[in-house]
């Protein structure tokens, strides 16, 4: 027989609180990101975190050990907003339009969370730690991402629709840096511009260069 322990974190009631978790966890990382933009992520404190929540500071301890862990979680959810949208992108039959769907879906995500990825940008090298590395290094979603683009170079390539005497790989990594450059541009303009208008124009230059003659 299962013991009642077990029931409830498998039945209704174990569902309920692990969507009370959840519902808490964004709560305190909705808080922690309009807090952290507003007066900055070093002058920022747990108990201010909480109060913005409207909830007690020692529930925003059972759920992050400190403030650190709150950013790196603001930018775990964002990475996972972007995998999403690399996803669907590259999903699309066409290999000229999954590259587009990428450059498109990256930038309207970027500035949709712009606010948080240019707190992000800024901290750079003052950040300690896994902090830092979670701002600044490649992961393996970056990565995986970067492969797929260049299995969608590799692909045009193939039917003649981009020139193939060029690396896909390089391609792949020209663009996502191109696409870098626009976004640090973009962040040291304190997003004045929307950042969604230069995904058409920076894709269409990069192509005219990729194009098959």
């Not at 909705?30 to 920022?44: K, P, Q, S």
């Not at 901290?123 to 902090?131: F, I, N, Q, T």
């Not at 170079?153 to 005497?165: E, K, P, V, Y």
Request: neutral net charge.
């Amino acid at each position: 027989m299962c013991s009642r322990s077990t029931r409830e974190s498998t039945g209704p009631r174990g569902a309920i609180r692990r969507f009370a978790e959840t519902a808490y966890r964004d709560a305190i990382l909705d808080a922690a990101e309009r807090l952290f933009l507003r007066v900055g992520f070093h002058e920022a404190k747990m108990a201010d975190v909480a109060e913005e929540a409207g909830i007690a500071v020692g529930t925003v301890y059972k759920h992050f050990a400190s403030k650190d862990e709150v950013f790196a979680s603001l930018l775990d959810r964002s990475r996972r907003a972007a995998l999403d949208v690399v996803e669907r992108a590259l999903a699309a039959p066409d290999p000229l339009e999954r590259i587009r769907g990428f450059v498109d879906g990256m930038f309207e995500l970027t500035e949709r969370h712009g606010p948080i990825i240019a707190l992000c940008v800024e901290l750079g090298a003052s950040v300690e730690g896994g902090l830092r590395l979670r701002c600044n290094d490649r992961d393996e979603h970056f990565d995986r991402a970067l492969a797929r683009l260049e299995t969608a170079f590799r692909d045009a390539a193939d039917s003649g629709r981009i020139r193939d005497d060029i690396d896909p790989g390089t391609l792949a990594a020209a663009l996502a840096g191109a696409m870098k450059g626009t976004l640090l541009e973009w962040v040291r303009h304190s997003q004045s511009y929307s950042l969604v208008s230069r995904a058409r124009p920076l894709f269409d230059l990069f192509m005219q260069g990729a194009r098959a003659r």
